[in-house]
């Protein structure tokens, strides 16, 4: 049934459609719609046969969550930003457990300083815990993921991430087309747990391994995430077939015929790099671009084999990591390593900042002159001269202060409080 529903809105109905039997929710903006549609749902029987958990923080989220699991219960949780930093241990928990929980992220920038809109540092900063990472371009897809997530989480026995961009998706309203019920129970089977803690035979979980099985433990992770390389695109074509329309799977491959030029890309970025990629393609430009879907586990053949035929390959990324460079870069730069093909990266819209058509027109202008240094970490749109200013203060005065609080009253605003589920 096709609604025009907030993102949020839209991802809760879908998560809904799932049968969770536990919610454990902690709100953090902007995620913070879905645990209260969910949270309704619940008080009114909508979604019955759930018990909805409303927990003192986002540890204790995952926390509640991992007993539920492991108690047998198909659980599910939503968190931003710091809220997912302050799960970290207990995400690592998740995955090295074995427990197939699923979790929407509205991914957010992380402070300090305090920055509530969109980026990927909060995903990238836990891309190491375990978790299958999902990334959606559009509502439509976020509302397909969460379907697709259960039923891989659950097969594989292993905790999916489905990240949506914060505020550009889940406060966005757009045409979404909702399963019905009935297509959900089909594609979803019944929650049957590969573990179980039965009082009748008791076990510890998560007790103290020693070194004599440390690595074996890890390796188990790892080998799980390598077989959803298959069983990803799997269930994408079965919810294909089941639905109608192409959803999830771990590419998306957009004008790559012929294409010399690639850009590479996760999330809601996607849409305005395809316009500006058309508006290119009419001018003659043999460009193209791979959407990156499932970023954790990495498709590293896949990318190679979509990249295989390009001379240049930008990659656009919401996320950097600082002293080093760029993350998705990086990952592509393995799967390319050897290849006659030169990956350059591109740190665009950190902390909410919009990334335009103009901008990334100039941008892939200058990649396909090679006018760009792929030695070099790009940032698109960077205010240099504030930069330049702010360092030669910093060289002037040895007790300089914050440079945000600098920053920012040289551009003449100040910092702005944080509304409410900011932390």
Known sequence: M?????GSQAVARAVALCRPQVIAAYPISPQTHIVESLSDRVRTGEL???EYLLVDSEFSAMSACIGASAAGARSYTATSSQGLLFMAEALFNTSGLGLPVVMTLANRAIG??????NDHSDAMA??????????????QEAVDLHVQ???LAESLSVPVMVCMDGFVLTHAFEEVDLPTQEQVDAFLPPFVPQQLLDPDDPVTIGAMVGPEAFAEVKYLVHATQVAALDEVPAIAADFERAFGRDSGGLLKRY???DAETVVVALGSVLGTIEDVVDSLRDDGFRIGVLGITCFRPWPHDEVRAALGDATRVVVVERAFAVGAGGIV?????????????VVQDVVAGLGGRPITRTSLRGLFEDVVADRLDASHLHFLDLDVELVQRE?????ARRRSGPHAEHMLRDLGTVASGTPHGGG
């Open 2 to 6: 096709r609604s025009q529903l907030e």
């Open 48 to 50: 019955a046969g759930c």
């Open 112 to 117: 300090a300083p305090i920055n509530i809109w």
């Open 126 to 139: 836990m891309r190491d815990s375990g978790w299958i990472q999902l990334y959606a371009e559009s509502n």
């Open 149 to 151: 997530a259960f039923r």
């Open 255 to 257: 004008r790559l015929e």
């Open 329 to 341: 870069g990086q990952n592509v730069r393995d799967a390319t390593r050897g290849l006659p093909v």
């Open 391 to 395: 360092l030669a203060r910093s060289r």
